[in-house]
């Protein structure tokens, strides 16, 4: 059973390798989707399909939730370009003999926005704002001792804060998506390997129609429009990826990793992503991630504070930025509490 579903993940990643290397910019939406959650991971530029090992794995990917020891929650806020927000938050429990279960959600906001019509290009004076959400349940546990497999299933939604003019109906996209993964523990020292496959479902559509403007009719004096015509569904950003990580030194003051991950997006070319995490006697870390072929992103950093709450609580305060050249920098702050 591990090594068909390993074979049917590796065959997805190799032929969407193989397929053209075009940019498909703009196919996709719920763009959302792809925002990292979660500072430690974005710190290494997003280098973790192999790393992960907290609530955060829901977000990244599902087969790694098995390795929440016992109970995990993870919560991240993002300051995104132009005043947009992103929050997430995701908890984990293991349960003996059953798996890992996880529930998480996460929510985006543009901040508000100047309405425009074809007649008030400057602005009618009024503002809206766009808002995506997203609900997920999460699954995952061992196949065998060196194999986990996971998935999830989310409730996908994007509303446009504005009114359809013809129907008077808010302009709301939603659809189910499901994400796919597993860890695979190699046996060679401590590398691991991890895959995924992320938002894939149906496609999403804004319900009722549109009308296009097309010009002025001076002696009718009325806006001349195109016949109305159904809003057009559109994909949500599939992705695959796959990651290695390794454990380069460890040992009781010093531990240093380095990770590398592969990801093949439906919208884009592909894109290549190395970074690595050195801890400090399990309390203070530093981390650094080159993100190559994307569009603006080029490195990212952050690093951690980890303390113990008791005896058997700890939680990690942590820090990522990432420079998307004139794009500006993209911050992250999130906490995760491990008991």
């Given at each position: ?33 792809k ?21 955060s ?5 599902p ?48 901040g ?76 060679f020292?401590?590398?691991?390997m991890?895959?995924s ?10 319900p ?5 403007i ?13 016949p109305?015509e159904?809003?057009?569904p559109?994909?949500m950003p ?9 454990d ?18 439906n ?28 569009d ?44």
């Open positions: 059973m591990k090594k068909v579903i390993l074979t049917i993940l590796c065959l997805g990643v190799l032929t969407s390798l193989h397929a053209q290397q075009f940019a498909k910019v703009g196919t996709a939406g719920a763009q959302f989707l925002i990292g959650a979660g500072a430690r991971m974005t710190g290494m530029g997003g280098a973790c399909m192999a790393l992960v090992d907290d609530a794995a829901i977000f990244w990917n087969g790694a939730l098995v390795r929440v020891e016992n109970f995990s929650l993870f919560t991240s806020h993002v300051e995104w370009m132009a005043d947009i927000r992103y929050e997430a938050i995701g908890i984990a429990k293991t349960l003996p003999g059953i798996g890992s279960v996880g529930l998480s959600a996460s929510l985006l906001t543009s508000d926005m100047d309405i425009t019509t074809y007649q008030q290009q400057e602005g009618t004076g009024e503002t809206f704002s766009k808002t995506d959400m997203l609900i997920g349940l999460t699954f995952a546990r061992y196949l065998t001792d060196r194999f986990s497999f996971g998935g999830s299933v989310k409730y996908v939604r994007e509303n446009y804060g504005t009114e359809n003019t013809m129907t008077g109906e808010g302009e709301i996209a939603s659809a189910l998506a499901f994400d796919i993964g597993a860890i695979y523990q190699t046996g020292r401590s590398l691991r991890g895959i496959i992320q938002n894939f479902g149906p496609e999403l559509q804004i009722g129609q549109y009308e296009d097309t010009g002025y009719d001076s002696k009718a004096q009325e806006y001349v429009h195109e109305a159904d809003y057009r559109y994909h599939l992705m695959f990826r796959v990651g290695i990580a390794m380069l030194f460890e040992s009781e003051m010093n531990k240093i990793t380095v990770t590398s991950d592969l990801i093949h997006p919208d884009n070319v592909e894109q290549i992503l190395i970074g690595g995490e050195y801890w400090f006697r399990g309390l203070l870390a530093l981390r650094g991630g080159f993100i190559g072929n994307h603006a992103a080029k490195f990212a950093a952050g690093g951690s504070v980890k303390f113990s709450l008791s005896d058997n609580e700890e939680a990690s305060l942590d820090y990522s930025y990432t420079d998307y050249g004139i794009l500006d920098m993209v911050h992250q702050m999130s906490l995760v509490v491990n008991f």
